[in-house]
């Protein structure tokens, strides 16, 4: 009988833990845009540790707050165009070129929104810097109302490595109604069980 992790811990904890130590193990097997099997992955090692979660497809959008760069997921050129309010402080936008689903996975799982692959929005070139790492940020009853209908931001303030400052970063979330991702073969890789395996094994040694 296959026998499932000691659940004593709690939800915020395991998250906690899964932040820690996810997002190294998962760059050993896939791409840094990766994110339908990030979020494959991440529900899978809730699901090992007993805690339910939802994927939820966005659009994404990183800024600067002093750069008029943004990387963006999910919207096609005419839409990026249309992008009021914030389009005025926009005068050049980025985006991953690699062909496939265009949008964005998020996983919302013991309170918590988790983005496993906000950094694919690194550039050096425009000056947004995000290290290698899996983003979680607490959710409020409000801002999962905002996540599912309308538009979640939010403020980070990190590390800029080329210049020794921090910079202020803004992401915002807008909802995606676009299931395809679930018929990829990133959805669907039978291989993704056993990193998320690995993962929870892991988690259990990360320091509390």
Sequence with gaps: MNRQPETSFYPELVVQRFVQVA?????????????????????????????????VA????????????????????????????????????????????TGHLVVVAAGHLIDCTLDQAHSEEHHIWLTNGVFACELTGDNVD????????????????ETQTLDDIEVRYMPLVDDSWRETEAWNEQELVFLAAMISRAMKGADA
């Design 58 to 101: 966005v659009r994404l959008v990183v800024q600067c707050a002093n750069k008029q760069f943004a990387y963006t997921s999910g919207y096609t050129d005419e839409e990026l165009r249309k992008m009021a309010p914030h389009a005025a402080s926009i005068t050049q936008t980025y985006r991953d070129t690699v062909k496939g689903w």
């Design 146 to 161: 905002a996540l599912r209908a309308g538009e979640l931001g939010m403020r980070l303030v990190v590390d800029n490595d």
């Design 23 to 55: 997002r190294p193990i998962m760059l050993r097997f896939m791409r840094v845009n990766s994110c339908i099997s990030a979020a494959r992955v991440t529900t899978l090692v809730m699901e090992q540790w007993g805690i339910s979660s939802e994927v």
